[in-house]
């Protein structure tokens, strides 16, 4: 099944150095709508759950406490083919390894600071959505 909603997260680096507006003009340049968006902060237990697929790597422990130091953009995007077409416009974990003029390749520092979030199926970015947002905050 292809939706056409996906999630993403500007992570607390993008924030701290003053990406929102760069990335977000990216993100609208190539297509995507905002239908739901806020500045917020993940608590500990906030990010422990999103990353719950992680917990056994040995990287866990700091991506949660980097993804709870600061305040993070969240937004739900619309687009046909939003998950596989945002994951392309992101580019890979590690920006050493992101496509020329991807987001993560222009604005990511390392494989664990890597500006931004994209969700991997439609029925993650259901979930994550869904954890971010209530319905009536989705337009
Ligand atoms: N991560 C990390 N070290 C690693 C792999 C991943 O710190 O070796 C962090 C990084 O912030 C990444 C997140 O964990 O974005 C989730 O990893 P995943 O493999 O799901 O990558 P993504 O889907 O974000 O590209």
Redesign the pocket.
């Known amino acids: 099944m292809v939706t056409n909603r996906t999630f993403t997260i500007l992570?607390p680096d993008s924030v701290e150095k003053g990406y929102i507006g760069a990335i977000l003009e990216k993100i609208s340049v190539s297509g995507f709508r905002i239908v739901a968006m806020k500045l917020t902060q993940m608590t500990k237990a906030d990010a422990e759950t999103f990353?719950a697929?992680?917990n056994e790597?040995?990287?866990f422990k700091?991506?949660v406490e980097?993804?709870t130091r600061g305040p993070i953009v969240a937004a739900v995007l619309e687009k046909e083919n939003a998950v596989e077409d945002f994951?392309t416009l992101?580019g890979?974990?590690?920006p050493a390894d992101a496509t020329e003029g991807t987001i993560?390749k222009l604005y990511a520092t390392?494989?664990?600071?890597?500006a931004?979030?994209?969700s991997?199926s439609d029925e993650n970015a259901a979930i994550e959505s869904a954890f971010h947002f209530s319905g009536r905050e989705i337009f």
């Open positions: 992570k990353y697929i992680h790597r040995p990287f700091d991506l980097y993804m994951r992101i890979a974990t590690n993560r390392s494989i664990s600071e890597n931004v979030h994209g991997d």
